[in-house]
């Protein structure tokens, strides 16, 4: 035996859980007196937040719920959906953030696959959560959060609640870090939604990492585009925290609101999907786009195109591209600076960025891997193997899905589905996206579940769903359609449909009708359906 | 059973030991061609680095080291002492790196008691060496490094060495991150030196840590100032390697060749004790002072006077003052900046930057106890407690010494020995030091060694060893001594003592001669001669 091996273990002072709720306790107890939320004119300090996030701990207590349970909310970027990240973990219970986009259906589905406990929800979104509720059927406390005027649909609201928790409930990190803290419903590729569930490490390391590659500092001013319901904001909610920066909420992700914010509290550092960036340069002239600060861009979803590099950065704004999925808390991997790229034309520095890069710095590996022999292929810029990753920042595991969970961890890797080129200095690039996902606007569409829903219209006999490039949404569903013979319907009663079944920026904005491209085992070809969306898309943008 | 209990575990996709180990690999990877090393002429990138590590590991491996074994090192800031931050911990052996201004004796212990079976050893310490390792005795694999012209002692030289090692060795992660990473001796304040453990997850996340509060990034230069064999040079022996950063190398610590450095290599960042900030503010007038570059200085060890503040600040510096042991990987707690510190005049500036301040951003909790309750101290500035920590980033323990690692670890704290204030804003301030320990020119003294050393003299009754003020060295040992009855001895001959028995910083620089104050139980009032060595110093300061 070693003599390392005797005498030198774990204790409470040389060992604690990693956890994000550590971020929390250190900023109130290091800056309480500054600003951790910024909301319009409602601001809170850091020993305010801490308060509410305890109270809201205690009340949630009171109301039954402990260790292993899931709180669900469904809210804009408010105050309210950076407490929850930290007032539901403090009692080892799990936070499901929901997405707002969703239609009642889906919100019901994800209620129940997560055997809800207690729904904080927002006035805004309290039409589609009561269909939601009223298809899940069975009782749970529902919290309006009437941060705006609405109708309200649950039993009190947010303030009146939290009022009774205990401003001193303690934070009680978890017993073991590889302990759930999120749960977060992915459209994926197939029909029902996967519930990615993350723990309190890899929220640690993962904000950690975040907070390290933007350089992340107790100035930092951080203003929420990211919708907190994707993978609790790429874990920005925590690393805001751990630096001591400042949370800027915002309910409507447009640029008036955005400039303001950007001017009237400093901003530093804001995450955004494409079509944020397409607003803020094709923002109204009446926005005040002048700022004296560097504002630090991470973007993720589709690689940003040179003229919005170069439109950004005569902006004042300097973009950094990132790639991720819900499954990787987020970032995994980042297009990361490399000497030379400074002295770059803009059509190079284009094609650079555009790349997915590398792993992150807490990413173990982050490769391509021939499907053949699970091993990376040569970083010759192009064979083509799946994107695969090894992280302390991989979720768990798909919630009571362990056939997907063992298929997406198969060899040791994280499948990401997306297909990717190694170039020769190692970094990534996407070819191919996993085939079946639309990236809107930067939500994630399964055609597979558009496909499905056209499907049960009585005059479809095939349908096929594939991504049209689209100017502001990056990408919009096209829908493919061969009707039964002898049958008849236009394309509006179709969009009319999918409108009843599907949540609007699920449905099809462009409808094709005729035979399907088949393969000559009978498989439709989906490929040369992306061909004439794409060719389409051209015509109508010339 | 919670839902979160089943079908979520580990799997090596998503999980991954943390070591810094890592971070080589991925800088390899990354930065490959990139400058990893300077160290004068000789530089490498990072796959030079990689390499280089990776040979080493293949040929101690071959010299039979393996998994929990201690490889020791005496050396200076060179490329080789950097090298062996990873090369021995690619096998799961445990580096040991040496003080190079102990004497033999002191060496012979650490050989003997880490059991160190390959020692690598700088020419330039061959004298010091060998008489530890005749002292020691057994034979152990002794590799010479001969960065520069001087004495060899060992069997093969470091070049020889490696270039027998495979460059494809794989690095290979410890199967458990609470697994011994290094072993570091420390005076401490009793007479042996203790072996501080430290390991895989501590270094991961203190260099984290560092590089998150000092925003290092792949643009880092950072200057090797700060001994490596200090507690792996604070961490930064990997949060450089982990951004990707240059590590600038450094044989002597002097005014002209870090001047040097920052014009020549760009210095971005430099740790270093108060000595230092010495050196450069009274560098001599042919030194090139100008850089245009912001250096960060983190300075530890003893605040920074206000004048050592102002002129650092005039000669384009920006110091960070910290606070750490090595039980604790260097860094604990930092002076971080508030709103308001940089509108503050110099001497409330100053008087704000001498505190410890605050637990790093990755240390749980760091805070001053009171002695008798165990319970944080109020923070009223005034009450004195015991400066006690939490954190991931504490040692694992004293090697072989469960009775002082219990000790340490009483209550769940690892307990400091300083004394310590919280101020209202919880910034923590010493206000007086274990008192046993004396701190000169960066380097720990334990006074009692001093005073065992003095008690050995034949002449000697009583010796008490307290520091004292110095201007150059922040403090010196005083020696306050009570000869036998009729016995007659100078404070020459003493020193002459000293010197045959002990390493020459550890010799007290003044010795009086008289009885000593004593409480009524017999006890020395050491806190009476502080006063005295105190009042002298400021005598001959005037």
Chains 1, 2 share one sequence.
Request: hydrophobic share 40%; net charge negative; proline share 6%.
């Amino acid at each position: 035996m070693s003599i390392y091996e005797t005498g030198l273990d774990r204790n409470p002072a040389n060992y604690v859980p990693l956890s994000p709720l550590s971020f929390l306790k250190r900023a109130a107890y290091i800056y309480g007196n500054r600003t951790a939320i910024i909301h319009g004119r409602r601001q809170y300090t850091y020993s305010q937040f801490d308060e509410r996030c305890r109270r809201l701990a205690s009340a949630l207590a009171r109301a039954g719920v402990g260790k292993g349970d899931t709180v669900a909310i469904m809210a804009p970027n408010i105050p309210e959906m950076i407490e929850a990240h930290y007032g539901v973990p403090m009692l080892g219970a799990v936070l499901c953030s929901i997405n707002t986009r969703l239609d009642g259906s889906a919100v019901a589905f994800i209620l129940r696959h997560s055997e809800t406990k207690v729904l904080l929800t927002d006035t805004e979104h309290a039409r589609v959560m009561r269909q939601g509720l009223d298809e899940l059927g069975s009782k749970i406390l529902v919290i309006d959060i009437a941060d705006i005027e609405g109708e309200r649909i649950g039993e009190t609201d947010y303030e009146s609640f939290i009022a009774q928790g205990d401003p001193s409930h303690p934070i009680r990190l978890p017993d073991d870090e590889w302990h759930a803290i999120g749960l977060n419903y992915t459209s994926g590729t197939t029909g029902d939604p996967k519930g990615v569930v993350v723990h309190h490490r890899g929220a640690y390391l993962n904000a950690a990492a975040n907070a390290l590659s933007f350089q992340l500092t107790p100035q930092s001013v951080y203003l929420w585009t990211l919708p907190m319901f994707h993978c609790n904001g790429w874990t920005y909610s925590w690393a805001v925290t751990m630096v001591g920066g400042t949370h800027v909420c915002l309910r409507r992700v447009e640029a008036g609101p955005i400039y303001a914010a950007i001017a009237d509290c400093g901003v530093t550092h804001l995450c955004a999907a494409p079509v944020v960036l397409g607003m803020l340069i094709h923002a109204p002239e009446e926005a005040p786009r002048s700022f004296r600060q560097k504002v630090q861009i991470a973007t993720g979803g589709a690689a940003p195109p040179s003229t919005v590099i170069a439109e950004t950065a005569r902006l004042g704004f300097q973009i950094t591209h990132l790639y991720g999925l819900t499954e990787t808390y987020g970032p995994a991997t980042i297009c990361l600076w490399q000497p030379g790229l400074d002295e770059m034309t803009l059509e190079q520095k284009a094609a650079f960025m555009a790349r997915q890069g590398v792993g992150h710095v807490m990413a173990e590996e982050a490769t391509s891997l021939d499907p053949d022999t699970m091993e990376p292929v040569p970083a010759n810029a192009s064979k083509i193997g799946e994107l695969a990753i090894r992280s302390n920042t991989v979720m768990m595991g798909y919630l009571k899905n362990p056939e997907a969970t063992r298929a997406a961890f198969e060899g040791g890797y994280f499948h990401t589905g997306d297909l990717a080129v190694r170039h020769p200095d190692n970094y990534l690039e996407i070819k191919d996206r996993a085939k079946d996902v639309i990236i809107s606007g930067g939500e994630n569409i399964s055609s597979l579940e558009v496909e499905e829903t056209l499907y049960k219209h009585p005059a479809v006999m095939e349908a096929a769903v594939v991504a049209r490039p689209d100017v502001k949404w990056g990408e919009t569903p096209q829908a493919f359609i061969t009707l039964k013979p002898g049958a008849e319907v236009t394309a509006a009663e179709i969009t009319a449909w999918c409108r009843q079944h599907l949540a609007s920026f699920k449905c099809p904005r462009h409808i094709s009708f005729g035979p399907l491209p088949k393969t000559s085992t009978g498989k439709i070809q989906k490929f040369e359906l992306r061909e004439v969306a794409r060719a389409e898309a051209r015509v109508v943008a010339s």
